[in-house]
């Protein structure tokens, strides 16, 4: 590096200049590398006198010989040498600070919009682990008493050499970051500087993820206080509303429907018939069959319901579920008469769902029917009332096993196989 930079140097027609102005013919001055190599002058002409060494360091990077400008030429190399490589210094010095805002900018980045936990936790250690070159990432999350409740490693390879740094915002430790390697490495200042960079901003999207998940969970527990305030008042067997939420939730897993929409889908289930609290009690209560117009009067639940929802902000997103849960894919249903994918997939979805929880429920006015009854139900009106990916969803093995419904296992009270 300090012969390039010699060599550089002395490449630099101004450099050159200077230096054959300091030696005039009668004082010959030859810059030779550690080599021998001559990088400026003709060591042939000129005569044996002086030998002065030029240094990075303790390191002795080429020799000056000649009269006796030797000395002059060599103090005014080695001063350029060593601001040469001053500047060098500084400038990556500078590279490298930047590549640390810039790394550091970019995990912000992505971790800007992001709220859940299991998302952070995944672009922490993927980032990390790409940065630092390590076998593996984990992260431990802490509750308030400081006690590890979560741990979230990457896919990595069993390490036995480990750096953990304390994930702390507001003097406030929230996890750690553990960094492992397979074999002993030592971690640079530099490395060690931009992992505490990375684990400020982690710490801060974890908190954040934290709080996010915590409102997350009042604000279900509010809807779901809701949904108990529909069953009170409906004939409903206890816990529709639960089944109801389940055997949707399972349905979009089996169709792998995105994370994001599995929230909308859930509280989309759990208020699916909120609209009930606009009926009329004595037709919401009437034991045997409505006349056409109680009927009538019934059916406006998913309109009401979409009234209600549309008051709450946060909810806007979840009334697509819960106003067309009752239209069919042939368009027969109501209240708009949507057909196929011009229903929402969360109420395509709620209504299979609703639809057999209702025919394996007993009500006032009828029994229950057999898990082999309601399947056949199913079947027959897939493709007319019932979206078809949907029942086969609903159907299949691992749903059902998972429901614990397939197989003709009974798993309440009141089903008969
Ligand atoms: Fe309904």
Do not use: W
Request: neutral net charge.
């Amino acid at each position: 590096m300090a012969k390039t930079t010699l060599k550089r140097l002395l490449a630099k027609a101004e450099v050159a200049a200077l230096v054959r102005e300091m030696c005039p013919q009668d004082a010959q001055v030859c810059v030779c590398d550690q080599d021998g190599k001559p990088l400026f002058g003709d060591p042939a002409v000129v005569e044996s006198g002086h030998t002065v060494p030029l240094t990075e360091g303790n390191r002795i990077i080429a020799t000056i010989k000649g009269g006796d400008r030797c000395e002059t030429v060599a103090t005014l190399l080695q001063y350029l040498v060593n601001t040469e490589l001053e500047r060098l210094a500084l400038g990556r010095d500078t590279v490298e600070k930047y590549r640390e805002i810039f790394r550091s900018y970019n995990l912000g980045t992505k971790l800007g919009s992001c709220l859940d936990t299991k998302e952070v936790a995944g672009i922490v250690t993927g980032e990390i682990r790409n940065l630092m070159g390590a076998d593996v990432v984990a992260v431990l999350l802490c509750d308030d008493a400081g006690d590890i409740t979560e741990i979230f490693a990457d896919s990595g390879d069993r390490a036995e050499h480990l750096t953990m740094l304390p994930m702390a915002i507001r003097e406030k430790t929230v996890g750690y970051l553990c960094v492992g390697n397979r074999k002993k490495t030592e971690h640079l200042a530099k490395d060690l500087k931009l992992l505490t960079t990375l684990a400020r901003q982690a710490a801060k999207a974890f908190e954040k993820s934290q709080v996010y998940s915590r409102l997350k969970e009042s604000f279900y527990s509010m809807v779901l206080a809701l949904a108990e305030t529909i069953e009170k008042r409906d004939t409903y067997t206890s816990d529709h509303t639960r089944r109801v939420v389940e055997y949707s939730l399972a349905i979009a897993r089996r169709l792998g429907l995105p994370a994001d929409m599995h929230t909308r889908l859930e509280m989309a289930a759990a208020l699916h018939d909120i609209g009930k609290l606009g009926v009329r009690e004595e037709v919401l209560m009437k034991p045997g069959p409505l006349n056409s117009e109680e009927l009538a009067h019934m059916k406006m639940h998913s309109k009401f319901g979409e009234d209600i929802l549309m008051h709450i902000t946060a909810l806007k997103d979840v009334i697509p579920g819960v106003k067309f849960h009752h239209e069919r894919c042939d368009g027969c249903g109501y209240p708009d008469g949507l057909k196929g994918d011009k229903i929402d997939i969360t109420a395509r979805i709620i209504s299979v769902a609703d639809a057999f929880d209702a025919m394996t429920s007993d009500r006032p006015y009828r029994k229950a029917l057999s898990l082999k009854a309601a399947f056949s139900e199913l079947m027959k009106h897939s493709g007319t009332q019932f979206d078809p990916a949907v029942v086969k969803a609903f159907l299949s093995r691992p749903v059902q096993e998972k429901l614990g419904i397939g197989g003709h296992t009974v798993r309440r009270t009141g089903l008969q196989a």
